[in-house]
């Protein structure tokens, strides 16, 4: 089942994030430790990520992906792209079979498999709209037919206020998006369950399905450098201790993950998970999660 129906049958579903091999990484390495969770999640996203000039050919791996039957989820972002660049991407992804697209329009995003920030920045919806309706009228947008009309499943990434109100701006940008097509919301990492409610709440008007993202904090210290180097109060004080004063680091990181997956079962209708370079140990924490 692709994503798109399993959000559309109210399913809680389940996604995860990678990066693009680059350089001498061995592409196989990552299907090996994928293989491990196959059936398990509904969708694998691969961000666009540049590391010291080296870029990942993330729509290779797409195709990579839909080859060894993973649904495939292609991130991109409008800010350094115009009309014909974002046009050739998304038809490229098409070519490789991609049916899944997700923009952000958070400030920054913590991406694949290392502590790399990211900079998107506001999405253009106006540029993204212009683009998408022409390719689903099977048109390039200077006029010219394509060889089908594409449709992509449409999901936007969101900045999930820390316990606040959610600012005007923000309900503007969703509703921005959801004018484009948005099938679904994308949060940034979630800790505390009780302010991620406060914004459910708010966002619950628009009748769109919102993803929580879910990072796994292996120790204390990656707890403290993402608050140090991303953005204060991530991860709340009380995650940061448990992580550092547990004798066995492995079960605190799992079961932080696990009460957290129990509560957004109540709250929203799925959960991205961003493993930081773990792939190969997400089977133990779907497991703790009681996810498939």
């Not at 992804?93 to 913590?110: K, M």
């Amino acid at each position: 089942m692709n994503l798109k129906d399993s959000l559309k049958k109210k399913k809680f579903v389940v996604t995860s994030e990678i990066q693009a091999p680059m350089g001498d990484d061995d592409p196989q390495e990552l299907i090996k430790s994928l293989n491990r969770v196959k059936g398990r999640v509904d969708g694998v996203s691969l961000s666009e990520v540049e590391l010291e000039g080296v870029v990942g050919d993330s729509i290779q791996t797409c195709d990579l992906l839909r080859k060894n039957r993973f649904n495939a989820i292609y991130q991109t972002t409008t800010r350094d792209k115009n009309r014909f660049q974002l046009q050739r991407d998304l038809t490229l992804a098409h070519e490789a079979g991609v049916e899944n697209l997700l923009v952000f329009t958070e400030d920054y995003r913590i991406s694949g498999d290392s502590l790399q920030e990211s900079m998107f920045f506001h999405v253009d919806s106006g540029k993204l709209s212009s683009v998408l309706d022409h390719m689903k009228q099977g048109q390039t947008i200077d006029g010219n037919a394509l060889d089908k009309k594409v449709d992509f499943m449409l999901g936007s990434g969101v900045e999930t206020p820390w316990g606040k109100n959610l600012p005007k701006r923000g309900m503007e940008e969703m509703e921005d998006m959801i004018n484009v097509g948005t099938g679904y919301f994308l949060t940034t990492p979630i800790f505390d369950l009780d302010q991620f409610e406060k914004f459910i709440k708010q966002v619950n008007t628009f009748g769109v399905p919102v993803i929580a993202e879910v990072m796994i904090l292996r120790t204390g210290g990656m707890a403290k450098f993402l608050n140090r180097h991303f953005k204060s109060g991530l991860v709340p004080e009380w995650a940061v201790q448990k992580l550092l004063k547990a004798p066995d680091k492995t079960r605190a990181s799992i079961e932080l993950f696990a009460d957290t997956i129990k509560g957004l079962k109540d709250l929203c209708q799925g959960v991205h998970i961003i493993t930081i370079g773990g792939e190969e140990k997400l089977g133990e924490y779907l497991d703790a999660a009681k996810l498939r």
